[in-house]
């Protein structure tokens, strides 16, 4: 069993900043790739990024490309969030799955990762 425990989440006024972080533990992979979702209230849940295992590549969703950077170390991956927007507002949410072909169609399937974490709330406040 993966444990994935999320902090850092709050209340920020628009143009400001949060950082994300999501803690792992428990069992061991050899290797897995991490992501964050989002939720907002009444919508699905969202891509938002992913990092590969080795941290060598990533993709982003084009709502937050240029605000957002996806991070991890060996124990963390992290989310630094600048020029926060209303449309931001959201609980959000990491993952984690084994890692595969790193293809955009495959990271941003919710149904392909067999972790998530319990999420944290964002705010923005307009």
């Known amino acids: 069993q993966v444990q994935l425990v999320e902090s850092g989440g709050g209340l920020v006024q628009a143009g400001g900043s949060l950082r994300l972080s999501c803690a792992v533990s428990?069992?061991?992979?050899?290797?897995?790739?991490m992501s964050w979702f989002r939720q907002a209230p009444g919508k699905e849940r969202e891509f938002v990024t992913a990092i590969r295992w080795s941290g060598g590549a990533t993709y982003y969703a084009n709502s937050v490309k240029g605000r957002f950077t996806i991070s991890r170390d060996n124990a963390k991956v992290y989310l630094q969030m600048n020029s926060l927007k209303p449309e931001d507002t959201a609980v959000y949410y990491c993952?984690?799955?084994?890692?595969?072909?790193?293809?955009?169609?495959?990271?941003?399937?919710?149904?392909?990762?067999?972790?998530w974490g319990q999420g944290t709330q964002v705010t923005v406040s307009s």
């Open positions: 428990g069992r061991t992979f050899s290797s897995y790739d």
């Open positions: 993952a984690a799955k084994r890692s595969t072909s790193f293809s955009f169609t495959v990271l941003s399937g919710t149904r392909n990762y067999d972790y």
